[in-house]
């Protein structure tokens, strides 16, 4: 059974950058797209990006122009590279399939970003 784990979070100032991985305990060609999602304190998780098996990408309007999504199904991994982080980027950032699946729910790694 595949295990999702993320990774790369921290405490980063207003305009900077993070780079964040999920590295998957198995083939993530088999499990299909694959999307980052977030949860802000006292907020409602949400979608952030999905990324295809063939690469192809798509974004929420809110971090569209600053955030990249990309795997190496080689190394059954994906990343979230995010570029002016802004405070209301703050959050624990989750992977997952697209859409969800409750059994791929991991810890996420927390994203602070500082005004």
């Known amino acids: 059974q595949v295990q999702l784990v993320e990774s790369g979070g921290g405490l980063v100032q207003f305009g900077g950058s993070l780079r964040l991985s999920c590295a998957a305990s198995?083939?993530?060609?088999?499990?299909?797209?694959m999307g980052w999602y977030r949860q802000a304190p006292g907020k409602q998780r949400e979608w952030v990006a999905r990324?295809?098996?063939?690469?192809?990408?798509n974004y929420a309007a809110s971090v569209k122009g600053r955030f990249t999504i990309s795997r190496d199904n080689a190394k059954n991994t994906v990343y979230l590279q995010m570029n002016s982080l802004k405070p209301a980027d703050t959050a624990v950032y989750y992977c997952?399939?697209?859409?969800?699946?409750?059994?791929?729910w991991g810890q996420g790694t927390q994203v602070t970003v500082s005004s």
């Open positions: 990324v295809t098996v063939g690469g192809s990408t």
């Open positions: 198995g083939s993530i060609v088999s499990i299909g797209d």
């Open positions: 997952n399939v697209v859409p969800a699946i409750l059994r791929f």
